[in-house]
C-alpha cells in the first residue's frame, strides 16, 4: 500500500523567508503524481504544485519549488519570500497513473511570524 | 476553472437522526468522486470513492451501512449519515475529476461540511 509521511507537524518562518515542508512517500509504482495541498482556516484544499515522477526536472510555481528524489522517495516543498498569507495547513499527496484516488500525508501546520 | 459544490457547509443535528451532504460539480461530469473524512488538525482520510450509476467503493473499516453513498447523475453525489451520533461529528469533504480526460488531470475539492452531532 502507498503511504505518504510528513514528519514536520509544525514548521514556522519569519515573513520574507524560506522554508522548507518535508515528505517521503513509500510505493512500488514507477508512474505516478505527487502534489502539495494546502489549507487555509477556510478548509478548502487548494493545489499548491504538482510534479509528474517521469519528470526529472522539479517543479516550480512562482515562490513554490519542489525538491523531488525519485530514488529517496522524498518530495519536499520550499516557499520563497514567505508571506502572511502562506500561514495554513500543508498536505503532501500521492496519486497513482490512471487513477484519481489520492493518498494524503499527516499535514505541516506552517504559521508566519511577521 | 471547475468548481464543486458541497452543501451544507455546517450542519448540526441530534443523535439518532440522518444528514446528507451533496457534492455537485458545476461546471464539468464527473464519473467519480471521493469522499474524505478529516478529524481536527488530522489528515484526511477517504472514506469512498462515488462512481455514477453503480455502488461505492468503501475503504477499509468505514460503515457502508452507517455511510450511504448515492451517485446518481453525472454531476451529483450524496452522503448520508445515517442514525448519527456524536463519534460522526467530524469534517467532510468530496471532490471530483473531469470524465473522460486523463487521469493527470488535477481533482476539485468542495469546501466540505462540518458535521456536529449532539
Known amino acids: 500500500a502507498q503511504t505518504v509521511t510528513q514528519s514536520q507537524p509544525e514548521m514556522s518562518v519569519q515573513e520574507a523567508e524560506t522554508v522548507t515542508l518535508s515528505c517521503t512517500y513509500d510505493?512500488?509504482?514507477?508512474?505516478?503524481?505527487l502534489f502539495w495541498y494546502k489549507q487555509p482556516p477556510s478548509r478548502q484544499m487548494i493545489l499548491v504544485i504538482r510534479q509528474e515522477a517521469y519528470k526529472q526536472q522539479n517543479a516550480t510555481e512562482n515562490r513554490f519549488s519542489v525538491n523531488f528524489q525519485k530514488a529517496a522517495k522524498s518530495f519536499s516543498l520550499k516557499i520563497s519570500d514567505s508571506q502572511l498569507g502562506d500561514a495554513a495547513m500543508y498536505f503532501c499527496?500521492?496519486?497513482?497513473?490512471?487513477?484519481?484516488?489520492?493518498?494524503f500525508g499527516q499535514g505541516t501546520r506552517l504559521t508566519i511570524n511577521p | 476553472g471547475a468548481v464543486v459544490s458541497q452543501h451544507p457547509s455546517r450542519v448540526i443535528c441530534k443523535s439518532g437522526t440522518s444528514v446528507k451532504i451533496e457534492c455537485r460539480s458545476l461546471?464539468?461530469?464527473?464519473?467519480?468522486m471521493f469522499w474524505y473524512r478529516q478529524f481536527p488538525k488530522k489528515s484526511l482520510m477517504l472514506m469512498a470513492t462515488?462512481?455514477?450509476?453503480?455502488?461505492?467503493?468503501?475503504e477499509q473499516g468505514v460503515e457502508k451501512d452507517k455511510f450511504l453513498i448515492n451517485h446518481a447523475s453525472l454531476t451529483l453525489s450524496t452522503l448520508t449519515v445515517t442514525s448519527a451520533h456524536p463519534e460522526d461529528s467530524s469534517f467532510y469533504i468530496c471532490?471530483?475529476?473531469?470524465?473522460?480526460?486523463?487521469?493527470?488531470?488535477?481533482?476539485?475539492f468542495g469546501s466540505g461540511t462540518q458535521l456536529s452531532v449532539l
Open positions: 461546471d464539468f461530469q464527473a464519473t467519480t
Open positions: 499527496a500521492y496519486r497513482i497513473q490512471g487513477a484519481q484516488k489520492l493518498v
Open positions: 510505493t512500488s509504482e514507477s508512474d505516478y503524481y
Open positions: 471532490s471530483a475529476g473531469r470524465t473522460g480526460r486523463l487521469t493527470n488531470e488535477k481533482l476539485f
Open positions: 462515488s462512481n455514477e450509476g453503480s455502488k461505492a467503493t468503501y
